[in-house]
T-cell receptor, first 110, second 113 residues
Framework: GQNIDQPTEMTATEGAIVQINCTYQ??????LFWYQQHAGEAPTFLSY????GLEEKGRFSSFLSRSKGYSYLLLKELQMKDSASYLC???????????FGTGTRLTVIP | KAGVTQTPRYLIKTRGQQVTLSCSPI?????VSWYQQTPGQGLQFLFE???????NKGNFPGRFSGRQFSNSRSEMNVSTLELGDSALYLC????????????FGPGTRLTVL
């Protein structure tokens, strides 16, 4: 089966940097996704990693280490609107469905 | 380009009833996946359809079923509703299957009384 772990909650200050970690144990790994979900809304796609390394997209970056089963999402210059849940999801070979962690609820405080 | 749309957005049913939820993918997308989201379990995969065929199914009872039409629109059906079926049902579409990013619709909030 798949096992995906993320911290349940995090708090960070406006303007700061926060790193949300995700560890996974799975066979046939074929990519890791990060989604942002505001309360009562649909998850929105943030980033995708399939090879080791860092992917940067504006204030958001995502890192993957396949050998360690580890990823993180880095959010810079935090804004109040970044308060949301951040979902880590893994896809396996031969399937298009995603296996999600339970999500990390990030609260940005002034 | 319009995003994924789901109807209805909210639904209240009673135990034992059945319900049908609808999903229209992004234009040109051929793969549709359904997920159930609850506070306790998070997002869990229900099933995936591609070119009118179910490609993959999650670990849910047979009361949960779905189908996809030739225009890629998809429906899911839940029969004999139980209180535990109360959840946000999310549909996600992708261009093809296996390599493409999934984009989610706004979901249908189902409440079973």
């Amino acid at each position: 089966g798949q096992n995906i772990d993320q911290p349940t909650e995090m708090t960070a200050t406006e303007g700061a940097i926060v790193q949300i970690n995700c560890t996974y144990q799975t066979s046939g790994f074929n990519g890791l996704f990060w989604y942002q979900q505001h309360a009562g809304e649909a998850p929105t796609f943030l980033s995708y990693n399939v090879l080791d390394g860092l992917e940067e997209k504006g204030r958001f970056s995502s890192f993957l280490s396949r050998s360690k089963g580890y990823s993180y999402l880095l959010l810079k210059e935090l804004q109040m609107k970044d308060s949301a849940s951040y979902l880590c999801a893994v896809r396996m070979f031969g399937a298009n469905n995603l296996f999600f962690g339970t999500g990390t609820r990030l609260t940005v405080i002034p | 380009k319009a995003g994924v749309t789901q109807t209805p957005r909210y639904l209240i049913k009673t135990r034992g009833q059945q319900v049908t939820l609808s999903c229209s993918p992004i234009s040109g997308h051929r793969s549709v996946s359904w997920y159930q989201q609850t506070p306790g379990q998070g997002l869990q995969f229900l099933f995936e359809y591609f070119s009118e065929t179910q490609r993959n199914k999650g670990n849910f009872p047979g009361r949960f079923s779905g189908r996809q039409f030739s225009n890629s629109r998809s429906e899911m059906n839940v029969s004999t509703l139980e209180l535990g079926d109360s959840a946000l049902y999310l549909c996600a579409s992708s261009l093809n299957a296996g390599l493409d990013t999934q984009y989610f619709g706004p979901g249908t909030r189902l409440t079973v009384l």
